[in-house]
């Protein structure tokens, strides 16, 4: 206990306890989350997979995919139990992250090999490898949340987390989006079973590399000397619910952070992107063009954004980027509506095309500033808690915000799904051979704008009753930093 008190007590800036992090370790560390993002973009597309190559129906599908996600979400609270009774010479999150992702990819090829199988067969074998892929999801993604606490905790370096981030989330799905829909849909001629065995090999591959770099990252971190003052505490199953009950800004932060998970999951499934690019703009390969140029300005905003993170503190940032999502994907909506959708092309360049880049730039910055903010925005409420009640239990907390983010986005085959069929289309999914229709753009229209927008406004309501800004987070440090010194005494 000892040490951990020794270095609980360092002081930096006349902030209190601080203890920082190499700027490579917090890099390194942020691959992790990309590494559970690469199968979280590669599931975006899991829905043709099981309609294409397994057979089944939109709204098997759909009610399949909300069950398991629901599911996903009921292990969370387990596995953040588990990681705060967890310590040995391989640490505290180590573990976690090691074994999650090789279970990730065992699911993967269990999920091909069921399409090779007689008929009765593939479904209860994509059932029994999509359970595998959630415990192994569960496992790694926790731990992304979980871990913000022992990486750092000084008020200046948690949001350069949010900037390596989202510099990862914007590549990889610039990537992803430009890999699948200019190489691997024009190779393989569709979402044939092909071209789904590339994609698993690709994402089994990065996802792997990315881990280990991910590991080496938090090594010297994952150790109880960073554990906070209360280590010696085991943590109780129940604490969990004791913890929600009690702490409003856990409340508020969840409820923001879920609501904005679901819906920029929604703007970013593989359904969506064909009806808007592919069916409304006639061109699907635009997909990955847009993104790709709309990368380097959105990365701008972005780090723009983190700067004032720094300065005002993660809450504003946060607001601040709210407000900007609002803004500017009213514009595109507007755009869309007013506008004609069949003029988005890169060869001659239309006022429609310029808008649209420019109004996708800004609103991909404030969007990706949210996602990934919202990170380490979940170690403030590990502080906060450890200062509120003497519990340290980051893998519990950490688990709240999963276990909320995977109920709520499990909603989203379900909308998307609900939509689609409400349009007309619940035999099939539409593909990018599907004629235009007035139903298909008011689905495109309110999965990419309108509820974006509604999440974004929930964001504001929450962030009101959010007590963690700066001067609440300093507040909470000089908490903290007196106990820690008490108790050394």
């Not at 590399?209 to 971190?221: E, H, Q, R």
């Not at 900007?324 to 004609?340: D, E, Q, V």
Request: hydrophobic residues 50%; charged residues 10%; glycine residues 8%.
């Amino acid at each position: 206990m000892q040490e951990s008190y020794d270095i609980v007590q360092k002081k930096d800036s006349g902030h209190g306890y601080e203890h920082s992090a190499k700027i490579w370790q917090i890099g390194c560390f942020t691959l992790n989350n990309t590494a559970v993002n690469i199968y979280f973009m590669l599931m975006l597309y899991i829905a043709y997979f099981m309609s294409g190559v397994l057979g089944l129906s939109v709204a098997v599908i759909s009610t399949i995919l909300a069950g398991l996600v629901v599911a996903d979400g009921f292990m969370d609270p387990i596995v953040g139990w588990l990681i705060d009774r967890t310590g040995g010479r391989f640490g505290k999150f180590r573990p976690f992250m090691f074994v999650g992702n090789v279970l990730m990819a065992f699911s993967l090829a269990l999920m091909y090999f069921s399409q090779s199988t007689a008929a009765w067969w593939r479904f209860p074998l994509f059932f029994a490898a999509y359970t595998i892929y959630i415990v192994g999801h569960t496992c790694q993604f926790c731990v992304t949340r979980a871990a913000q606490s022992v990486l750092t905790n000084d008020p200046k370096q948690r949001p350069v987390f949010s900037a390596f981030d989202m510099a990862m989330n914007v590549l990889l799905y610039v990537g992803v989006t430009m890999i699948v829909s200019n190489v691997l849909v024009a190779r393989h001629g569709g979402f044939y079973a092909t071209m789904f065995a590339e994609f698993f090999i690709f994402a089994a591959v990065a996802s792997f590399i990315c881990t280990c770099l991910a590991i080496a990252g938090i090594w010297s971190k994952d150790r109880p000397a960073y554990y906070g003052f209360a280590t010696g505490q085991k943590a109780k199953l129940r604490d969990s619910f004791v913890v929600l009950k009690e702490n409003r800004n856990i409340q508020m932060l969840i409820i923001a952070s879920s609501t904005d998970k679901l819906f920029s999951s929604i703007t970013q499934n593989a359904v969506v992107s064909v009806i808007i690019f592919g069916i409304i703009a006639g061109d699907f390969a635009l997909s990955g063009q847009t993104n790709m140029i709309v990368f380097m300005p959105s990365m701008v905003v972005s780090m723009l954004v983190v700067q004032l993170a720094r300065r005002k503190g993660q809450k504003e940032a946060l607001l601040f980027s709210t407000y900007g999502g609002i803004i500017f994907t009213s514009l595109i909506f507007l755009l869309f509506l007013f506008g004609n959708p069949a003029n988005l092309s890169f060869v001659n360049l239309s006022a429609f095309a310029i808008l649209f880049l420019v109004f996708l730039a800004l609103r991909g910055g404030f969007m990706s500033v949210n996602n990934s903010i919202l990170v380490p925005m979940v170690a403030d409420c590990v502080d906060h808690e450890l200062a509120r009640s003497g519990r340290y239990i980051p893998g519990m907390i950490g688990t709240l915000f999963s276990f909320a983010d995977k109920v709520v986005t499990s909603l989203n085959s379900v909308i998307i799904g609900a939509l689609v069929i409400f349009a007309g289309y619940g035999a099939a999914l539409p593909t990018v051979s599907t004629s235009y229709s007035r139903a298909l753009f008011w689905v495109g229209m309110v999965c990419y704008c309108i509820l974006p927008i509604f999440g974004w406004v929930l964001n504001i309501v929450c962030l009101r009753y959010y007590r963690l800004s700066k001067k609440g987070m300093a507040d909470v440090r000089e908490s903290i930093n007196t106990t820690s010194r008490f108790m050394a005494e």
